[in-house]
């Protein structure tokens, strides 16, 4: 079974500029979650989409944006990219289930390092 | 919002001896919390969790135990070997029971190093 798919793996863009991210699932995962891991802030959640729909958001500002695909796939988008925006951004999908039947576990994919000059 | 605490940051043990990391939480709504390792170069991936409704967890060398009252949770490896060299991370959610477990709040992480 294919794990989650993150790309591009690496990319180098200037401020000002806006970034494109995608993320394919495990097959049959309808739930994807994005995190930025930085040095400084650790990993923190961006937003969680399900079934189309933005279901979590975390505590970003507006230029930080997704979608899901009627395919479970994912994209997330940076506008007017700042220096503080250097992350690796890791996509994370899940089965999601409720009660006991909602195991939790999260896979992430290898993230996407965006490096902004 | 929720706060995750972790400690210690590094941790360098002999082969063999135990580890433990050890996390406080904030939010006492949170009922479920998980343990990722991440890799040099690679995503983090869940090594143990644990329900509010639990109080302890093992899973071959790995355990977890978490105290609601104190709002603690720890991570104990036990026969250390090379290859649990990584950085660690809890996390707690309090969505489990809404589906929406994937809303984590992690903590700062422990690199932890077993050494020979």
């Known amino acids: 079974k294919a794990g989650v798919t993150q790309t591009p793996r690496y990319l180098i863009k200037t401020r000002g500029q806006q970034v494109t991210l995608s993320c394919s699932p495990i097959?049959?995962?309808?739930?994807v979650s994005w995190y930025q891991q930085t040095p400084g802030q650790g990993l923190q959640f961006l937003f969680e989409?399900?079934?189309?729909?933005?279901?979590n958001k975390g505590n970003f500002p507006g230029r930080f944006s997704g979608r899901q695909f009627s395919n479970s796939r994912s994209e997330m988008n940076v506008s007017t990219l700042e220096l503080g925006d250097s992350a690796l951004y890791l996509c994370?999908?899940?089965?999601?289930?409720?009660?006991?039947?909602?195991?939790?576990?999260?896979?992430f994919g290898e993230g996407s390092r965006l490096t902004v000059l | 919002g929720e706060n995750v605490e972790q400690h210690p940051s590094t941790l360098s043990v002999q082969e063999g001896d135990s580890a433990v990391i050890k996390c406080t939480y904030s939010?006492?709504?949170?009922?479920?919390f998980p343990w990722y390792k991440q890799e040099l170069g690679k995503g983090p991936q869940l090594i143990i969790d644990?329900?509010?409704?639990?109080g302890e967890k093992k899973d071959q060398r790995i355990a977890v135990t978490l105290n609601k009252t104190a709002k603690h949770f720890s991570l104990h490896i036990t026969e250390t070997q090379p290859e649990d060299s990584a950085v660690y991370f809890c996390?707690?959610?309090?969505?489990?029971?809404?589906?929406?477990?994937?809303?984590?709040?992690f903590g700062t992480g422990t690199r932890l190093q077993v050494t020979l």
């Open positions: 939010d006492s709504a949170s009922n479920y």
């Open positions: 994370a999908s899940s089965l999601i289930g409720r009660g006991e039947k909602n195991t939790g576990e999260l896979f």
């Open positions: 644990i329900r509010s409704n639990v």
């Open positions: 989409y399900f079934s189309e729909t933005q279901r």
């Open positions: 996390a707690a959610s309090k969505g489990l029971n809404t589906g929406t477990a994937s809303k984590l709040t």
């Open positions: 097959s049959g995962h309808r739930s």
